[in-house]
């Protein structure tokens, strides 16, 4: 079982860098993919990114370049940094995860956050 909470949300201009923090509960906290998806409102959930329990990394086409995916397994966290943000982005950011194979879509994912708002304004 793991439990996953996010937290760094908050209310940035275009243009400005947020990082999100994923803290996880669970001894194999290293073999688990984590990944971040967002919904925003009358919208589905999609894939943001994900990091597999090796490293590898993947991330959607509208965020490439923009947002990066590290993870400490030391401190059980993963981050989603987020740069050059736009308006676009505005969307409550959901932490994710599932234990070894990667994966884009929500539905294989085993474990979920809470949800942490972002907000960019133009």
């Known amino acids: 079982q793991v439990q996953l909470e996010e937290s760094g949300g908050g209310l940035v201009q275009a243009g400005g860098s947020l990082r999100l923090s994923c803290a996880a509960s669970?001894?194999?906290?290293?073999?688990?993919?984590l990944a971040w998806f967002r919904q925003a409102p009358g919208q589905e959930r999609e894939f943001v990114a994900y990091?597999?329990?090796?490293?590898?990394?993947n991330y959607a086409t509208s965020v490439k370049g923009r947002f990066t995916i590290p993870r400490d397994n030391a401190k059980d966290t993963a981050y989603l940094q987020m740069n050059s943000l736009k308006p676009e982005d505005t969307s409550v950011y959901y932490c994710?995860?599932?234990?070894?194979?990667?994966?884009?879509?929500?539905?294989?994912?085993?474990?979920w956050g809470q949800g942490t708002q972002v907000t960019v304004s133009s």
């Open positions: 994710a995860a599932r234990q070894f194979k990667r994966s884009s879509q929500s539905n294989e994912y085993d474990y």
């Open positions: 669970g001894r194999t906290f290293y073999s688990y993919t």
């Open positions: 990091i597999g329990w090796r490293g590898a990394t």
